[in-house]
């Protein structure tokens, strides 16, 4: 697949999103997981990749991550994903999501790198993407993994489409997998059976995770031996909420690579803020995150727990 090493390979579809918004008007956009956070992860010094699937007639849809100097591999799928995402209330974690095409599961045997990545991200729209043992062979193979867990919470109906939020009878296996676990606070009650982001990010740690991340709609936690660190977002407005996670998620792997913990959340908690106050991915730069995380200042959350 490749000739020259990476920091990070990013893999899972790039869907064409429609986007309806809470009293506000509907767009068609690219996105999914791979979309947002390897734009997120695109930092000065760092080589970036995406492996996804895609119909050949939508592969346009690279160019803005061509444009970033975002390397982008594609297993060729006769579709490609779409979603539709309906907000009917104006809590920003609470949506309606359709699938109304997919683009297929990816295949393991295609997936071969000349050098190692530092890390290599599992970043699904919907468990019609990965299986627990896609990851299973990726781990073997000697990868450092980190994954979202949407990668397997979110689950298909085959008949509508809808996207169902359900447990993962694998949860633990998926997790122990992993140097790095993303889940939103959703995700983490259904899971864990707690909304309070320290338990739930608790118990995904019993479960084997190194690093926790839990994002929620005021901000982000991460837990990681013991430890907990918490950061809230100062975004002004919610127009770019579609791929928040991902972008979060993101940037804290990219500044992760080189950076301790609680400097890399507040660098993550500052890019998605950014991002969330304009629909797509992230437009900032470095020196509009440097701006927002100086402002923040004292307001951030830093590390609030330690276990005793």
């Given amino acids: 697949m490749a000739t020259t090493p990476y920091d990070i ?5 790039i869907s064409i999103d429609e986007i309806q918004r809470f009293q506000g008007r509907s767009s068609v956009e690219t996105g999914g997981a791979a979309f947002y956070s390897s734009v997120a992860a695109c930092l000065p010094g760092l080589k ?12 346009h849809r690279f160019d803005p991550l061509k444009e970033k100097g975002i390397e982008v591999f594609v297993q060729p799928s006769t579709e490609t994903t779409h979603l539709r995402v309906v907000h009917e209330t104006d809590n920003p974690d609470h949506r309606d999501i359709f699938q109304t095409t997919s683009a297929g599961f990816f295949e393991d045997e295609q997936i071969i790198f000349s050098e190692k990545p530092r890390l290599v991200h599992i970043g699904a729209l919907t468990d019609r993407e990965f299986t627990v043992e896609f990851m299973a062979t990726l781990k073997a193979r000697g990868y450092d993994l980190s994954v979202d867990i949407q990668s397997f919470v979110r689950q298909v109906d085959p008949d509508t489409g809808i996207i169902q939020f359900r447990d993962v009878p694998r949860k633990r296996e998926i997790v122990a997998m992993a140097k790095a676990v993303k889940l939103d606070v959703v995700e983490a009650e259904l899971l864990t059976g707690t909304a309070d982001l320290s338990q739930a990010a608790r118990t995904v740690e019993e479960w084997g995770s190194l690093e926790t991340m839990i994002t929620r709609a005021d901000g982000v936690l991460i837990r990681s031996f013991g430890r907990e660190y918490y950061e809230p977002f100062t975004n002004r407005s919610v127009v770019g909420r579609t791929g928040r996670g991902d972008t979060t998620f993101g940037a804290y792997l990219a500044r992760r690579l080189d950076h301790p ?9 500052a ?9 797509g991915p992230f437009k900032g730069s470095m020196e509009e995150i440097m701006a927002r995380m100086d402002a923040a200042g004292t307001a951030s959350g830093g590390c609030c727990t330690t276990d005793s």
């Fill in 261 to 269: 913990i609680e400097e890399s959340l507040k660098f993550a908690a």
């Fill in 48 to 59: 970036i990749a995406v492996l996804t699937r895609m119909a050949p007639e939508d592969y």
């Fill in 9 to 13: 390979v990013f893999i899972g579809h």
């Fill in 271 to 279: 890019v998605v803020s950014i991002k969330m106050e304009s629909p």
